[in-house]
């Protein structure tokens, strides 16, 4: 009778299932002690004493596209492929290590959206979610920014302060602020572009902004120096 009891013992340790003791990472549960951060594709918290069974990567039956949802600079989507679209992504870049593709390459899936989104991210647990992003005021068809050009009159305010006014192309006044003449062009950029986000509701990002002088010089979308300095040059 002990060895039967024995043996019976040795066939319930062997027929275990297979995933009773580990978490949805797959890591043993014995492993995490109070208090460590378990570091695992599927987030376990610090505390993850209950065994649980890796969760198997859902595929839809076509290609499905997420609502979009934005801050304040981008609109996001993200597009989960079906089986055999993601079979195919693996071929072609995923065995070469390739992560992001470019517009050519994820509309060569037959991933269909208007233009502008750029695939910037992966969920590395599920790479058949791929992450898009578009810049805000993108048109859709140009995949373009639709441009807004204001003319700036800049005049000093007193007190070390700048008083700015800018005219749209029809001669509209829509913009009057006023600056510290130690603000960089990137802040006066963003000042009027949240001044002109409250009277324009099609105007959402400070990209799509175009400032030009009185004289007629265009200022850089992109500079370090002092909004005073570049008047002066």
Not at 47 to 56: E, L
């Amino acid at each position: 009778l002990p060895r039967v009891v024995s043996r019976c013992r040795l066939l319930l340790f062997f027929c275990r299932p297979r995933f009773a003791n580990l978490h949805r990472c797959g890591r043993p549960a014995n492993l995490a002690s109070p208090g460590e951060h378990v570091e695992c594709t599927w987030a376990c918290p610090p505390h993850c004493t209950t065994p649980r069974t890796p969760i198997m990567p859902r595929y839809p039956e076509e290609i499905e596209y997420s609502e979009k949802y934005s801050d304040s600079e981008y609109e996001y989507r993200h597009v989960i492929l079906d089986k055999p679209t993601f079979r195919n992504k693996y071929n072609l870049y995923d065995r070469q290590g390739k992560i992001l593709l470019s517009e050519d390459e994820w509309r060569g899936l037959d991933v269909c959206q208007g233009r502008g989104w750029q695939h910037y991210a992966t969920h590395r647990p599920e790479p058949h979610i791929l992450l898009f992003r578009r810049a805000l005021g993108t048109d859709p068809k140009t995949g373009l920014l639709r441009e807004k050009v204001l003319t700036i009159y800049p005049a000093d305010a007193g007190s070390g302060r700048l008083s700015i006014t800018a005219e749209n192309l029809a001669g509209e006044k829509v913009v009057d602020i006023e600056v510290s003449q130690d603000s960089l062009l990137d802040e006066v950029r963003v000042a009027i572009a949240d001044a002109l986000r409250q009277v324009d509701s099609q105007f959402q990002s400070k990209e799509q902004l175009k400032l030009v002088l009185q004289d007629g010089r265009l200022l850089p979308d992109v500079s370090d120096k002092a909004f005073s300095v570049l008047l002066e040059q």
